[in-house]
DNA sequence: AGATATGAGGTGATTGGGGC
DNA sequence: GCCCCAATCACCTCATATCT
């Protein structure tokens, strides 16, 4: 063997053999793709990990080198608590984490385990979930095979599960708290990230059974994300504005008018839209693609001509019928004014923040940082000082009951260890670690020494 | 009827900081 | 590690006015 191995080396056979690209990490493939089950990015992120034997933590900073502090150069890659869902929609880290990831295991298709290919086309506004969605019946048919989390799960508008008919858990059933950190050192798949439990279980979060609307605009993201997980070139923004275009003057019979009528909007919207300023929401292409029979996921990755268009269902009873927006409230600027100067004045404790103010007001922060700046101005000095103050508050009023508690301790004729204190005062480490405190302790026991008042 | 401009109102993404 | 607050930027929709 070795004889042979020398003779195939003296060959020079070595500089002609090509292997393949290796990587540390297995060439893990997506589950579903090409379907509407297709993975998430944060469900592989996780799979991976575990296939590793690696906390998603580890992976993360090690692997994908992105820095989870911001001590390196690409901590900027780490979205923070709370965003790790944006992984699978059109941001810029999705599209940054879907390449790096295809590097890392030398799996192309990890680029349509998010919606980063429909950047530039669809606005981001009420894409994904902030929060983790699940099936209770798919976890727990996944249990035979791999349990993993479809990108559906992320999507705003998908609410029902498409295979089950039944509306998405986002509550735990253990702890009753929503799972808002995708990339947490806790993150098991199928499991809470707060308590661990299994979320394959029934949970009554009270949800209602879903509407008809909520019915399309599941089935909708359904047929958007087989388009993108199996779609081999990505889509184009002027094949999107095309086909709008199209539906729009083949719907309204050439008149722009009267298809803003049809899917309820202004005029001067469908007139950007044809003029290629923007493009519509995510809502409204789902209305745009109830009034014209083409699915959302036609209209935007696919060459539409008229002849598909089909308005033989549409206006029949039983259509679903989209949530009307809320008419625009005209804000009355003098009473929020008035009001404002009015929580300015008082010493309300603890001192509410601009955007707490905001929510009372029930106005927007931003828009009360411009049109009254001053009272803004007066309000953050005033919580700036405050907030500086809390600190020092906490700690004498700590030191009050440390010296109280000491004597008590003693009265009732027990040593005052710095323990036996601690865990009087039900603090959370069990002990008194810091070390001002420590001091008050031992000046307190000292004092009492000196008195006699125990032995 | 359609195009264009503009301000108001609303929302999401992103960044920075800090408390517990 | 997790959560919250504040700020900024960018984008979208709506409503209205004006012009062609």
Redesign the pocket.
């Known amino acids: 063997m070795l004889k042979h191995l020398i003779e195939v080396t003296n060959d020079d056979m070595i500089g002609q053999v090509s292997l393949p690209p290796r990587t540390p990490y297995y060439g893990l493939p997506p589950i579903g793709m090409g379907t509407w089950a297709a993975e998430s990015t944060t469900s592989y992120v996780a799979r991976l990990a575990a296939n590793h034997c690696i906390s998603v ?1 580890d992976l993360v900073t090690n692997a994908l080198d992105v820095r ?3 001590d390196g150069t690409h901590w ?1 890659l780490f ?5 790790t869902f ?1 992984l699978n ?5 999705a599209m940054e984490w879907g390449h790096k990831l295809a590097n890392l295991t030398l799996q192309p298709s990890l680029s349509k385990t998010n919606l980063a290919s429909l950047r530039g086309i669809l ?6 979930r ?1 929060t983790r969605a699940w099936c209770h019946l798919c976890l727990c048919e996944m249990q035979e095979n791999a349990v993993y989390e479809p990108l559906l799960w992320s999507m ?1 508008h998908a609410v029902v599960c498409p295979e089950h008919h039944v509306p998405l858990s986002t509550i735990c059933p253990s702890c009753k ?1 929503p799972n ?2 995708a ?5 098991t798949l199928g499991h809470c ?2 308590c661990g439990s299994w979320l394959g279980i029934s949970n009554a979060e009270g949800k209602g059974p879903p509407t008809q609307w909520e019915e399309w605009t599941t089935l909708q993201m359904k047929s958007l994300i087989s388009v993108i997980s199996s779609s081999e070139n990505a889509p184009s923004i002027s094949v999107a504005y095309d086909n709008l275009e199209i539906l729009i003057l083949t719907v ?1 019979n ?5 298809f803003a009528q049809e899917i ?12 290629r ?5 995510l ?2 292409c789902f209305r745009i693609s109830l009034v014209s029979g083409i699915d959302v996921g036609k209209l935007l990755c696919s060459v539409v001509s008229p002849s598909e268009i089909d308005r033989s269902t549409w206006g029949r009873d039983g259509q679903p019928q989209w949530v009307k ?1 809320p ?5 009355d ?1 003098e009473s929020v004014k008035k009001n404002f100067e009015e929580i300015c004045q008082n010493n309300e404790t603890p001192s ?7 929510k009372r007001l029930e ?5 009360l ?1 411009e ?1 009254f700046p001053d009272l ?1 101005g007066r ?2 000095r005033r ?1 700036t000082i405050f ?2 103050k ?2 020092a508050q ?1 700690h004498e009023a700590l030191k009050k009951r440390i010296r109280r508690m000491v004597i008590k301790i003693a009265k009732n004729g027990y040593r005052p260890t710095r323990r036996r204190v601690a865990r009087a005062l039900d603090l959370t480490s069990g002990d008194i670690t810091d070390k001002r405190l420590q001091k008050i302790w031992r000046d307190s026991v000292a004092k009492l020494q000196a008195s006699q008042v125990f032995c």
């Not at 050439?254 to 009267?258: E, S």
């Open positions: 933590i989870t502090r911001r900027k979205p923070r608590q709370g965003e944006k929609g059109v941001s810029t880290l606005p981001s506004t009420r894409l994904v902030n705003h708290a808002t950190a990339l947490s050192q806790r993150y990230t707060r309204g050439g008149r722009m008018t009267r309820d909007t202004d005029k001067s919207t469908c007139s950007m839209w044809l003029n300023k923007n493009f519509p929401t809502d409204y927006r008419v625009r409230r005209k804000i600027w509410p923040g601009l955007r707490r103010v905001a106005v927007d922060g931003r828009l940082k049109r803004c309000l953050a919580n907030w500086e809390r600190p906490r």
